[in-house]
């Protein structure tokens, strides 16, 4: 009685392709994950950060493509044999859905290659700011892309977005000039590299110095000596000098050093011994440009400049180096018998006729004349 019951009722015809499509969504799936856990896997063991990078950023979305396209044939053949408005919107929302989930996944591997190089530190091919930048460019390359085709699978013209859009932006450009100039300012950063994050700047037309902390689209924050951020608006770098010690090659050594007037005698043997000590000390690079010169006669001093380049850049490791100069220095001088001159004046004030003379000097007077 059962069995002639369930013979008389009507299985919808589109009842089992459905339940097949779904079936074989899961089955995908499955296989999809237990491969790529598989890649990822291999591709830690051989220490290629990059592939598993990739695969992982990409697996979300990818499931989710999977069980959108098998879903999608599955309903295809219900709309089909019942013909269930529902249904039909379900497809228009599935090319929708496809666009989303393709733009995710670019967005994905962008951003999971961006975090993997920013955790490479020993990478050095590219610096932080450029990887930043470069990763920004591409998701908004994606995003506004996938924002018209989206807006088209929706029902809106093309042509007529794409016009309002460059009327729109022509207003916007108008009414926010100094945004732009702060985004072409941080894009001339990005591409000519003056600096980049955690290198020392400094500006002799503004009263900007200290470490680079963050470059963005809009304003580069630089952390002061003083440890006060400092947020400058990116146009200001199209219109000053910036100077970046942090890519010097050696720091300079130039110190004045004074002589009294009667040592002039030992000046050609103080600099004499001060050039061989220079040529000789290792922590003067040699191969840069080293002087020892008297330069002027100053006000009360011979004046000798010394003039090298350190070979360390560190500004710590640079102070001791001028400290050893500048103590053997010292030591030079007085192994000569000489000394470093400090200010003095000599008053010479002229006796005129008509003032009396004193006792000392008629005194000294009489006995020449005797």
Same mark, same amino acid.
């Given at each position: 009685?059962?069995?002639?019951?369930?013979?008389?009722?009507?299985? $919808?015809?589109?009842?089992? $392709?459905?339940?097949?499509?779904?079936?074989?969504?899961?089955?995908?799936?499955?296989?999809?994950?237990?491969?790529?856990?598989?890649?990822?896997?291999?591709?830690?063991?051989?220490?290629? *950060?990059?592939?598993?990078?990739?695969?992982?950023?990409?697996?979300?979305?990818?499931?989710?493509?999977?069980?959108?396209?098998?879903?999608?044939?599955?309903?295809?053949?219900?709309?089909?044999?019942?013909?269930?408005?529902?249904?039909?919107?379900?497809?228009?929302?599935?090319?929708?859905?496809?666009?989303?989930?393709?733009?995710?996944?670019?967005?994905?591997?962008?951003?999971?290659?961006?975090?993997?190089?920013?955790?490479?530190?020993?990478?050095?091919?590219?610096?932080?700011?450029?990887?930043?930048?470069?990763?920004?460019? *591409?998701?908004?390359?994606?995003?506004?892309?996938?924002?018209?085709?989206?807006?088209?699978?929706?029902?809106?013209?093309?042509?007529?977005?794409?016009?309002?859009?460059?009327?729109?932006?022509?207003?916007?450009?108008?009414?926010?000039?100094?945004?732009?100039?702060?985004?072409?300012?941080?894009?001339?950063?990005?591409?000519?590299?003056?600096?980049?994050?955690?290198?020392?700047?400094?500006? $002799?037309?503004?009263?900007?110095?200290?470490?680079?902390?963050?470059?963005?689209?809009?304003?580069?924050?630089?952390?002061?000596?003083?440890?006060? @951020?400092?947020?400058?608006?990116?146009?200001?770098?199209?219109?000053?000098?910036?100077?970046? @010690?942090?890519?010097?090659?050696?720091?300079?050594?130039?110190? *004045?050093?004074?002589?009294?007037?009667?040592?002039?005698?030992? *000046?050609?043997?103080?600099?004499?011994?001060?050039?061989?000590?220079?040529?000789?000390?290792?922590?003067?690079?040699?191969?840069?440009?080293?002087?020892?010169?008297?330069?002027?006669?100053? $006000?009360?001093?011979?004046?000798?400049?010394?003039?090298?380049?350190?070979?360390?850049?560190?500004?710590?490791?640079?102070?001791?180096?001028?400290?050893?100069?500048?103590?053997?220095?010292?030591?030079?001088?007085?192994?000569?018998?000489?000394?470093?001159?400090? @200010?003095?004046?000599?008053?010479?004030?002229?006796?005129?006729?008509?003032? @009396?003379?004193?006792?000392?000097?008629?005194?000294?007077?009489?006995?020449?004349?005797?």
């Amino acid at each position: 009685m059962d069995i002639q019951y369930l013979d008389s009722i009507d299985m $919808p015809e589109w009842l089992v $392709p459905s339940l097949v499509a779904v079936i074989a969504t899961a089955i995908v799936r499955a296989f999809t994950g237990w491969l790529s856990r598989r890649w990822i896997a291999r591709a830690e063991n051989k220490t290629n *950060v990059w592939c598993g990078t990739l695969l992982v950023g990409s697996q979300r979305p990818l499931y989710l493509l999977i069980w959108v396209i098998g879903l999608s044939w599955s309903v295809e053949f219900i709309w089909e044999g019942s013909r269930n408005v529902l249904f039909q919107h379900f497809l228009s929302l599935r090319d929708l859905l496809v666009i989303i989930l393709f733009c995710w996944i670019f967005i994905a591997l962008v951003q999971s290659l961006e975090q993997r190089y920013i955790q490479l530190e020993h990478k050095k091919k590219l610096d932080l700011t450029s990887v930043v930048a470069l990763g920004r460019l *591409v998701r908004v390359a994606v995003i506004i892309p996938g924002v018209l085709f989206a807006m088209q699978v929706m029902g809106y013209s093309l042509s007529g977005i794409l016009a309002f859009g460059g009327l729109g932006g022509l207003a916007v450009g108008f009414a926010a000039k100094d945004m732009l100039a702060n985004f072409l300012g941080g894009w001339m950063i990005y591409v000519d590299k003056p600096f980049r994050v955690g290198d020392w700047i400094s500006s $002799p037309d503004r009263k900007i110095e200290g470490t680079v902390e963050y470059v963005g689209w809009r304003r580069t924050c630089i952390m002061t000596f003083a440890s006060r @951020p400092l947020y400058v608006p990116n146009s200001t770098f199209m219109n000053i000098s910036v100077e970046n @010690p942090s890519r010097m090659q050696n720091r300079r050594i130039k110190q *004045v050093v004074g002589l009294r007037y009667c040592d002039s005698d030992q *000046v050609d043997p103080i600099l004499e011994d001060l050039r061989s000590f220079l040529r000789r000390h290792e922590d003067i690079d040699q191969n840069k440009i080293i002087m020892v010169n008297f330069i002027r006669f100053g $006000p009360s001093s011979l004046d000798c400049q010394i003039y090298c380049f350190t070979k360390t850049k560190d500004w710590v490791t640079y102070l001791l180096v001028q400290e050893k100069v500048l103590l053997e220095t010292v030591r030079i001088v007085h192994s000569h018998g000489a000394d470093i001159a400090f @200010p003095t004046r000599t008053l010479d004030v002229p006796r005129t006729e008509s003032e @009396p003379q004193s006792a000392t000097t008629r005194a000294r007077a009489a006995m020449e004349t005797a």
